[in-house]
């Protein structure tokens, strides 16, 4: 069984920075691509970023690439998400994903229908 738990949500003015923390339980971390959505209030659910299970593929959203970045540590069997230069409009709920186990090194899936594993989410507030 896979479960994903986030932390490091929290409210930050505009400008500020956060770095959300995904932990992974289960054998598989290695095999899986990870990537965070998020949804704000009245808002459908986006595609925020990807990392592919040798960590060294990434893709980004238009809207935070260049602010955000993510990374994993497989002895930690942990995804992480670095997010500077916060928006007010990054505010949303952020949700930890993971794939079911993929053959390929290299994909960054961007779907959310590609992602079999979801976190709780962690509600990130940006004040103006």
């Known amino acids: 069984q896979v479960q994903l738990v986030e932390s490091g949500g929290g409210s930050v003015q505009a400008g500020g920075s956060l770095r959300l923390s995904c932990a992974n339980s289960g054998r598989t971390f290695s095999n899986r691509a990870m990537g965070w959505f998020r949804q704000a209030p009245g808002k459908e659910r986006e595609f925020v970023a990807a990392?592919?299970?040798?960590?060294?593929?990434?893709d980004y959203a238009d809207s935070v690439q260049g602010r955000f970045t993510i990374s994993r540590d497989s002895a930690e069997n942990t995804v992480y998400l670095e997010m500077n230069r916060l928006k007010p409009e990054d505010t949303a709920v952020y949700y930890c994903v993971g794939t079911s186990p993929l053959s390929g090194w290299g994909a960054v899936p961007r779907e959310a229908d590609e992602y079999a594993y979801w976190g709780q989410g962690t509600q990130v507030t940006v004040s103006s």
């Open positions: 990392i592919s299970r040798s960590g060294v593929a990434t």
